[in-house]
């Protein structure tokens, strides 16, 4: 263990240790807060009781918001631990008017009841104005960000986030389903603000496994700001889940199966008892799904030529369960704890066919055979804790985060090779690794409000991150890699009349070691701004600019890969490094009525690019694909999206980008640099017919598109998806169609002065799922945090 781990360890008992005292002082605190208030909260004009309105309780002195509470069914609320002192009280509900009521004192001890009900009147101007916002489109737009609401759409009943990802403009699945934002697979995904959610996990494989009816928006930030880790030059996707309030029990049970014999099955439920809330989860999941390709190479120095056809079915089955516990201390103090377990079985069965030759020969050409079994079995927990604490100022919040896991997977492959027919057994062999992987991060944020409009924010993270590798049969080749950062963070925003600001600036630390005598230690400055004008109440202009890093991860880094096919097999290096880029994001949006639209000029320079390369093994005559550090990249876009609602039940929305991107190598690379000019753009479509479903159309198109050696041929595809909601809005029923004209087909040529390679990949992407979902006790009782012009973040970490 280095001596930076035992610095994290120190920092993670500094925290535990302030964590404790503020928990103890507000203990200490409580011993002289006996006084108590109690009331009912009614709708004026029927007389009824109103649950859910928000009571708040302020000192007359200097108006300081001491506590809150929100009502129960019966109109009932009861806000205790007081001290004694001079009060007035606020009550707030979605359509009404707000109260204040008169001034009261509470001497010590003091059980005050309200001799009569609190009656709110109805706003009509604030039910309209909530109608306009409730048939809005499928964004908006907010300083640093744009928020899609995808809780609506027919795919969030019945499929997974990752699907319900792939609607959103910019956002796409590549050949390898990796989640890409503006086709860059370096991209950071967060849930609800935070990194511990993923940690130490391929976040595509644990999306593809959680339900997207849990997601009410996702937030998509092109420019990061400097209150998230640097990593992640490709921007953020931030997926926020929806919050249950409602006290009692809830949750949902569903099921999904699909073609070629699809079926998974996911549980979740909540129990809230007055402060305490468990929560807990299942996923399982069990399909397989065809990732067949074929390869035509030639080789230009020895003139071989070889045709593969390769038939790979993976079968994919995982349980992923978590429970967890949110403890209320009181109004100002919440603890939250979680354990996630995840058993995951992978299987690559696959048959292999060669055909060789000479183009300088006569001879008849050769045939080779081969069959491969590949089994990865992975292991993992994941163990979180956070504390939030809120001062008596309002908006003034304290946050602990710590995050560890545990990852361990063994990865086994057999192997058989024929010459000439597949009755000719010529060879047998196998191969076998392990990899295990820790990961922990640590993390404080402090936020101060400023004045009216003003928000200062700062922060600490450290993170830790040990990879090993390791070859039962050969241990000396096996590799160990080390990663600690140390992060500090420092943010101001604000505005002044129709212009706002936030102004931040980040310092990393990072300290890399490798048992291969690679060491690398640096030291960053991150610095971001986003500005923003309001042009009139219809009209924004923004403007923004962010320095991001990229590290290399475990698979770049992976120095053992199975042989399933070893023409074309991918090893990683070991002895690359970390990338920078800038980004620059200039955008006007417009708002109308019932459309509103949004053009972008965004510009993204890599510099020591991280990527793929191929070349010819020699001696071999084998592809190897490997990662290396390239001179730079510049990319550009130029982006028009909009949303619309034609009537009561139709909305469309979509984007069309024109893009400009250029790649040079490094003097070591054996091809040149190499432009492009390319289009892409997505179009959806939803249409809402209440008495019976909700339909969704998603057609997506790109060009030819740049890699560094060639290029992708063009794609389309079209997906569809339905749903209805059934027993009463208690359960529902949803179909989904993914490319159902079977177009989605990779085609990738690459060349150098040695060779030429093409590959078609032929992904099991014309899939059809019908799914069901019922929801026990009570549904979401969803609080939404309102737009924000400044652009702040949204706080929903209360439970």
Not at 31 to 42: A, D, L, N, P, T
Not at 381 to 397: D, L, M, P, Q, V
Not at 694 to 716: D, H, M, T, W
Request: charged fraction near 25%; aromatic fraction near 14%.
């Amino acid at each position: 263990m280095s001596l930076k781990f035992t610095y994290g360890k120190i920092t993670f008992l500094l925290i535990c240790f302030f964590t404790s005292s503020l928990a103890i002082a507000n203990n200490q605190q409580l011993k002289s807060e006996s006084s108590e208030i109690k009331g009912k909260v009614f709708e004026g004009k029927f007389n009824k009781p109103l649950e859910f309105a928000t009571v708040s309780i302020y000192s007359l002195k200097d108006s300081v918001l001491v506590k809150g509470t929100i009502t129960n069914k019966k109109g009932e609320f009861s806000i205790k631990r007081l001290n004694p002192n001079d009060y007035f009280l606020k009550v707030e509900h979605l359509g009404f008017l707000s109260y204040y009521s008169k001034e009261f004192t509470l001497s010590d001890s003091e059980k005050k009841v309200l001799p009569t009900s609190i009656n709110l009147k109805l706003d009509t101007k604030s039910i309209s104005e909530v109608t306009v916002e409730a048939n809005r489109e499928f964004s908006r737009v907010e300083l640093g960000k744009t928020v899609y609401n995808v809780s609506k759409s027919p795919v969030a009943d019945g499929g997974t986030i990752n699907e319900v990802l792939n609607t959103i403009p910019k956002v796409s699945v590549n050949a390898d389903g990796e989640i890409q934002f503006r086709r860059s697979s370096n991209v950071k995904i967060l849930i609800d603000g935070k990194m511990t959610g993923l940690l130490g996990v391929d976040p595509s494989e644990v999306l593809n496994s959680m339900p997207a009816s849990d997601v009410d928006r996702v937030e998509v930030i092109s420019t990061t700001s400097a209150r998230y880790d640097a990593t992640g030059a490709g921007g953020i996707i931030n997926i926020i889940m929806k919050k249950n309030r409602a006290k009692g029990f809830s949750g949902n049970v569903g099921a999904s199966v699909g073609t070629n014999d699809k079926k998974s099955g996911n549980l979740s439920a909540n129990l809230r008892t007055g402060s305490v809330n468990f929560f807990g989860s299942y996923n399982y999941k069990d399909d397989w799904a065809g990732r067949d390709y074929n390869v035509d190479r030639t080789i230009y120095t020895n003139n071989s030529h070889l045709l593969e056809n390769a038939d790979v079915d993976f079968g994919n089955r995982y349980h992923i369960g978590k429970l967890g516990m949110d403890f209320l201390i009181d109004q100002n103090n919440t603890f939250t704890v979680s354990a996630s377990y995840r058993d995951i079985l992978q299987n690559w069965n696959g048959t292999y066919d060669y055909t060789r030759r000479n183009l300088l020969s006569s001879a008849m050409p050769t045939m080779d055979f081969r069959t491969s079994a590949v089994d990865m079995a992975l292991e993992s927990w994941i163990y979180k804790a956070s504390y939030i604490h809120k001062f008596a100022k309002k908006g003034e919040t304290l946050s602990v985060d710590f995050a560890y896991t545990d990852n361990a997977s063994d990865n086994e492959g057999k192997y058989f090779e024929y010459q000439d027919n597949w009755n000719n057994l010529t060879d047998a062999y196998g191969d076998f690794y392990k990899l295990d992987r820790k990961e922990s991060v640590a993390q404080v944020d402090y936020v101060l409000p400023v004045g009216k409009k003003g928000k200062f924010e700062t922060g600490y993270m450290y993170r830790n991150n040990e990879i090993d590798y390791e070859d039962q049969f050969d241990l000396s080749t096996a590799f160990n890699y080390e990663e600690n950062i140390h992060g500090l963070y420092a943010m101001y925003s604000g505005g002044a009349g129709k212009f706002g600001y936030e102004l931040g600036l980040r310092a990393e630390y990072s300290d890399i070691k490798t048992n291969l005598n690679y060491e690398d230690d640096y030291f960053d400055l991150f610095p971001s701004v986003h500005l923003s004008y309001q042009i009139s109440d219809k009209k924004q202009f923004q403007l923004a600019y962010s320095r991001m890093i990229y590290r290399p991860n475990s698979k770049m880094l992976n120095p053992f890969q199975n042989l399933r096919d070893p023409e074309n097999q991918k090893r990683g290096t070991q002895d690359i490094s970390a990338y920078y880029n800038h980004n620059v994001e200039m955008s006007m949006s417009f708002d109308r009525k019932k459309a509103s639209y949004k053009t972008t000029l965004y510009v993204n320079y890599f510099k020591d690019l991280i990527n793929q390369y191929r070349f010819i093994e020699e001696g071999t005559n084998r592809s190897i694909v490997k990662y290396g550090n390239y001179d730079s990249k510049f990319f550009s876009s130029l982006e028009f999206e909009a949303s619309t609602k034609l009537n009561k039940w139709w909305s469309l929305s979509g984007y069309v980008a024109g893009i400009y991107e250029e790649f040079k190598p490094s003097s070591e690379f054996n091809f040149d640099s190499r432009d492009m000019w390319e289009v892409e753009g997505k179009i959806t479509s939803i249409m809402n017919f209440k008495k019976w479903f909700k339909f969704q159309a998603s057609f997506r198109y790109q060009s030819e598109i740049l890699v560094p050696q060639g290029k992708y041929q063009n794609l389309y595809y079209v997906d569809l998806g339905m749903s209805r909601r059934v027993l009463k809005g208690k359960g529902s029923i949803s179909f989904t169609a993914n490319d159902i004209f079977n177009t989605f087909r990779f085609k990738i040529h690459t060349a150098d002065p040695t060779f030429y390679n093409k590959v078609i990949q032929y992904r099991e992407t014309q899939v059809a799922k019908l799914s069901f979902r019922y929801y026990l006790g009570k549904r979401y009782g969803i609080m939404r945090a309102k737009p924000k012009k400044s652009g702040m973040r949204h706080y929903e970490n209360d439970i």
